[in-house]
């Protein structure tokens, strides 16, 4: 099993930023990657951002492109989210995944999620 505990949510005005972290502790990988998901009110579920710890590789959503930067350090299994030029579409809760790079960047269904921070964004 792999335990991930978020922190850093908020509340924020437009076009403010804040980070994000997260801690995974278990039985962690260095095969896996990590990443962001949120769920806005009445809305799914959806993919922010990744980064594969085996080729450093990082992927993004489209709709955050450009605004946030995922980084971490895979030795201390601790994943960032830096989040600029925050909107009020931001608002949601965020939480942190795990899992083989096929489940979370390919197929999008990791296994391990924390419980989330929620991130509100004022206009």
């Known amino acids: 099993q792999v335990q991930l505990v978020e922190s850093g949510g908020g509340l924020v005005q437009a076009g403010g930023s804040l980070r994000l972290s997260c801690v995974a502790s278990?039985?962690?990988?260095?095969?896996?990657?990590m990443g962001w998901f949120r769920q806005a009110p009445g809305k799914e579920r959806e993919f922010v951002a990744a980064i594969n710890w085996s080729d450093g590789n990082t992927y993004y959503a489209d709709a955050v492109k450009g605004r946030f930067t995922i980084s971490g350090n895979s030795a201390k299994n601790t994943v960032y989210l830096q989040m600029n030029s925050l909107k009020p579409e931001d608002t949601a809760v965020y939480y942190c995944?795990?899992?083989?790079?096929?489940?979370?960047?390919?197929?999008?269904?990791?296994?391990?999620w924390g419980k989330g921070t929620l991130v509100t964004v004022s206009s």
């Open positions: 278990g039985r962690t990988s260095d095969s896996y990657a």
């Open positions: 995944t795990a899992d083989y790079p096929h489940f979370l960047i390919v197929i999008m269904t990791p296994g391990y």
